[in-house]
């Protein structure tokens, strides 16, 4: 059994940035996919994490909540440790939303379902509250007339919004997405990049890979390039991107851009 958390849990260390990662590896058997990366996101920033396939981006967000085990290295969220052996994982990720390149809708719940259960469950919210949650937040992202559909009546663009309003619903201190919109057809990238843009500009700190470099040279506060494991280059998306200064960024743009 896990306690039920709030979302007001005293979990927050205002002071602390919303990510710091010190010194991060990662090894699956002999193979160091992550080979020693220090990164800071600070409350408020919009950070894009860009590179080639394999450079260890997923690797390095699904470290934050600790979907995968660092093998040496620390890292805090919203100042406290999940590197630490006594964390309470479950604490923590009630205060990280994360949206996935699939989007892990509950195939056989309404879509207001699917933006409640975890308030339900998790934050222990009563039904009504948790879908007057649901349903502003799924407002938000334009869906506010599908609450009574299933996953699969809608399209990939709008069932990858139902994550996004999940995620959310719960409160989230920060938002991961990892390529959100990679698995969409082209012509529903946009409305999908529209809400997170519609985050960004509310002020949500948001730990971002894409691929969409329109995007993150719109969005961004700050791009991060990654090669092989580590952190080639990172800055403003001008300079990341409109005057990368390390050759290996600049093939990684020259190819994708
Ligand atoms: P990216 O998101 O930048 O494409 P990933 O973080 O997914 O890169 O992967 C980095 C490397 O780690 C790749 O070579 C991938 O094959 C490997 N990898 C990722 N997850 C696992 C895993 N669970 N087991 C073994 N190898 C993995
Ligand atoms: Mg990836």
Request: aromatic share 4%.
């Amino acid at each position: 059994m896990t306690a039920p958390v709030t979302s007001s849990a005293p979990l927050t260390d205002a002071a602390a940035p919303a990510i710091r990662i010190e010194g991060l590896h990662k090894s699956f058997g002999p193979r160091e996919v992550l080979r020693g990366i220090d990164l800071e996101v600070h409350a408020g920033e919009v950070v894009c994490v860009v590179g080639p396939s394999g450079s260890g981006k997923s690797t390095l967000l699904r470290c934050v909540n600790l979907l995968e085990q660092p093998t040496a290295g620390t890292v805090r969220v919203l100042g406290t440790e999940v590197t630490h052996p006594d964390v309470d994982i479950d604490a923590v990720r009630a205060h990280v939303g994360m949206v996935f390149q699939s989007f892990n809708l509950f195939a056989h719940r309404s879509v207001l379902e699917n933006c409640t259960i975890a308030q339900r469950t998790v934050l222990r919210r009563p039904r009504a509250e948790a879908e007057r949650v649901a349903r502003e937040n799924l407002a938000r992202v334009g869906l506010a007339d599908r609450v009574d559909a299933l996953p699969a009546q809608l399209s990939g663009g709008q069932q990858q919004r139902v994550a996004i309003a999940r995620a959310l619903s719960m409160d989230p201190a920060l938002m991961l997405f990892d390529e959100p919109t990679s698995a969409l057809d082209p012509e529903l990238v946009g409305d999908v990049l529209g809400v997170m843009r519609d985050l960004a500009e509310g002020g949500m700190t948001m730990l971002v890979v894409t691929h969409e470099m329109a995007f993150a040279r719109e969005v961004a506060d700050r791009v991060v390039f990654m090669d092989d494991g580590l952190v080639v280059e990172q800055g403003p998306p001008e300079q990341v991107i409109g005057a990368p200064t390390h050759e290996r960024t600049r093939t990684f743009l020259r190819r994708v851009l």
